[in-house]
């Protein structure tokens, strides 16, 4: 069973920062596009960023774009998310997933994580 392994996530002031990690397995890691998704509570699971399996390529969601970066360390199999200037609609479970085509759609993303809580207070 395929394991992808968040942290980093944790509460916050507005206008702080975090970094968030997922951890994978290597067969999966290298050879897939990675991705961080969102939810909040009462919310539908959104599209946060995404990259390339060779870190060339990025998308990011209109509401992070400028605040969030998404980035892979391929010798370490691990996916980074560093957040700042956070805002408390930030709030939400954040999920690493893997997939094997560049997509924002979560459907096509076949692996998982647990997810990792931000809390961002006022």
């Known amino acids: 069973q395929v394991q992808l392994v968040e942290s980093g996530g944790g509460m916050v002031q507005a206008g702080g920062s975090l970094r968030l990690s997922c951890a994978a397995p290597e067969q999966i890691f290298r050879r897939y596009d990675m991705g961080w998704f969102r939810q909040a509570p009462g919310k539908e699971r959104e599209f946060v960023c995404s990259i390339s399996r060779n870190g060339g390529s990025t998308l990011y969601a209109d509401s992070v774009k400028g605040r969030f970066i998404i980035s892979r360390d391929n010798a370490k199999n691990t996916l980074y998310l560093l957040t700042s200037s956070l805002k408390p609609d930030d709030t939400a479970v954040y999920y690493c997933?893997?997939?094997?085509?560049?997509?924002?759609?979560?459907?096509?993303?076949?692996?998982w994580g647990q997810g990792t809580q931000v809390t961002v207070s006022s």
């Open positions: 997933a893997a997939s094997s085509i560049g997509t924002m759609a979560a459907k096509l993303f076949r692996y």
